[in-house]
């Protein structure tokens, strides 16, 4: 640091933040500094929730459908993803609701809202490349929004880094489960 340059404070003053918080306080969560278009990050929210409830739908529907001598563990991983992306679809509506939205959870146009595939599935190894499918394109988009994210809304990014963990696991589980029962 040069002499003539002053050093910033690190911290807002606590008189200046303690008056700054009262000020809209109808805005819960949203903050002045919040940098992002609050608009904006809940649309992109929608289409996530959407993408985990298709991907939950899919999931159970697999767990249910999937049949032959080698489904048994195919179904339990199933299960296990599918109970993953509802913890995920509960965290996105979640932060929707703290931005001040209204998750949607409705049936309708579900399809078109997600970036994912329902997929009614097939054989167990149609099952398990469909949700593969699935899966590499839930990472792609949510890694383009974590990059959107970045430090405009870091809680949001922080949330899709966890999710994304998650997915990329399951792409994982999945590639490894179509290698095992592909011939």
Known sequence: MHKNEQQQPFLTDVAH??????LSIEKGAVTPNYEGDVGQTIDILQSVLATEIVCVL???MNAV????????GVR?????????????MRQ????????GGTPNFNPEGLATRSASQYGAG????????????AERIACEHYRELIRFFGEKDPTTRVMMEGILGKEEEHANDMLDLLASHQG
């Open 17 to 22: 933040l303690r008056e700054k918080a009262r």
């Open 65 to 72: 459908a999937a049949t032959g001598i080698h489904s048994e």
């Open 58 to 60: 899919r999931y159970t």
């Open 92 to 99: 996105v509506a979640e932060r929707i609701n703290q931005l």
């Open 76 to 88: 339990a991983e199933f299960d296990e993803h599918a109970a993953e992306e509802q913890r995920h």
């Open 122 to 133: 097939g054989d167990l190894v149609e099952m398990i490349r469909e949700n593969l499918v």
